[in-house]
C-alpha cells in the first residue's frame, strides 16, 4: 500500500469527505510470469483437447464426469489466475467509517466496514511461531530467522475488529497508521 501522496500517482486520493487509498500493481516481471503460465496452459490444452473430446463424448459417466472436470479446469485455471493478477485492496476512511475492499476484475468481492466512533489504529507486531534459527542465533543462519509480519488493525469499544493491511515492515505500517490518523475530517 502507498504509504504518502505523490502527485504523480492517483493511488491515494484525499478530499475534504474521505481517504482513499488503493493498492500498487504487480511489477512487470509478473506479467512474464503470466505469459509463460498461459502458453505452458495452452500447449497441455492443446495436446490434451483431442483424447479430452473422445472422453467427454463416450458413453462412460464416470469418465464423462472427469473429462467435463478436466475441460473445466482448463478453462476456470487461467480465469482464477488472472484474477490474482487484477487484484485490488482499497481502503476508504471517512467521517463515519474506515473500509476494506477487496476486488478482482474491479469487482468489489469482500468488503468489511467498522465505524470510527471509539475506534482505535494500531499496529501489532505477529508472529505465528519463532523458527529455531531465531531462537538459537547461530551465525550464519540470520536469513533463515522468521520475524513475523506487522498488522495494522482497527478496532472499536465493542470488541470488533478486522486487518486493514499487513507488510513485513514495521516502518511501512507507522507509516499507513500516520496517513490515516492525519486525515481527520
Excluded at 498461459?38 to 473422445?54: C, D, E, N, W
Excluded at 467427454?56 to 482448463?74: H, Q, S, T
Excluded at 488493525?153 to 470488533?160: H, L, M, P
Aim: charged share 25%.
Amino acid at each position: 500500500m502507498p504509504v504518502k501522496p505523490d502527485p504523480l500517482d492517483d493511488r491515494i486520493k484525499l478530499t475534504e469527505e474521505e481517504l482513499t487509498i488503493k493498492s500498487y500493481g504487480l511489477p512487470m516481471v509478473f506479467w512474464a510470469y503470466l505469459a509463460a503460465i498461459f502458453t505452458v496452459v495452452f500447449f497441455m490444452i492443446l495436446a490434451a483437447s483431442g483424447p479430452l473430446m473422445k472422453i467427454i463424448n463416450g458413453e462412460d459417466l464416470i469418465n464423462r464426469i472427469l473429462g467435463i472436470g478436466v475441460l473445466a479446469l482448463f478453462i476456470l485455471g487461467p480465469i482464477i489466475i488472472l484474477g490474482f493478477y487484477f487484484y485490488e485492496k482499497v481502503i476508504v476512511k471517512n467521517k463515519e467509517s474506515i473500509t476494506v475492499t477487496h476486488k478482482a476484475f474491479f469487482i468489489p468481492i469482500l468488503k468489511k466496514s467498522l465505524p470510527l466512533i471509539n475506534t482505535t489504529l494500531e499496529v501489532i507486531h505477529h508472529m505465528d511461531s519463532p523458527n529455531k534459527a531465531l531462537l538459537e542465533q547461530r551465525s550464519g543462519m540470520k536469513g533463515f530467522e522468521n520475524r513475523g509480519y506487522f498488522r495494522l488493525v482497527a478496532r472499536n469499544s465493542d470488541g470488533r475488529k478486522f486487518i486493514v493491511d499487513r507488510n513485513g515492515r514495521k516502518g511501512e505500517m507507522k507509516k499507513l497508521l500516520e496517513l490515516l490518523n492525519q486525515s481527520q475530517f
